[in-house]
C-alpha cells in the first residue's frame, strides 16, 4: 500500500519542508517519512539558522522543535508572520498538553504534533498542508 507521502509527488511539484530542531533524530525522522515523494526536506539546528533557511528555501511547511539552543517556536512564528505567503508552522514537543496545544493554536501555529513523534499522526499532519502548498514550477 502506498502512503499519502509518497502519493503527493503525483499532485505537485517538488517544495519544501523545513524542519528546525536541534535533534537530528526530529531531522531524520521526516526525511523517512517522506522518502519516495518529490518533497524535498531542509533542516536548521537552531532558531537563527532556520530563520535563514526559510528566507532563502521558501519552504512550504515549517517543523519547529518547541525549544531551541537561542529561541523557540514563539521566535520563529513571528518571523513567518511578517512574511504575506508564510507556510504554516507545526510545533513539535516533548511536553505536548492542551494548554500549549492551545498556544500553539490561538498564536496562528498550525498544529502540534507531541514527542515521540508518531508516523502516522505526523503524515496526516504535515502531509495535509503539503498538500495545500502552491504548485511548483
Known sequence: MTSPASDVKTR???????SISPNSDDHEFFRSLLKGSRWRVKTARSCSEGIARMKAARPAVVVCDQD???GGWRDVLENLKSSDDAPPLIVTS???DDC???EVL???AYD????PLERLEAERVVVE?????????
Open 100 to 102: 500549549l496545544w492551545a
Open 68 to 70: 531551541l539552543p537561542d
Open 12 to 18: 505537485h511539484g517538488p517544495a519544501t519542508l523545513l
Open 112 to 115: 502540534l504534533l507531541p514527542k
Open 106 to 108: 490561538n498564536l496562528g
Open 129 to 137: 498542508q503539503l498538500c495545500r502548498a502552491p504548485m511548483s514550477g
Open 94 to 96: 516533548r511536553l505536548a
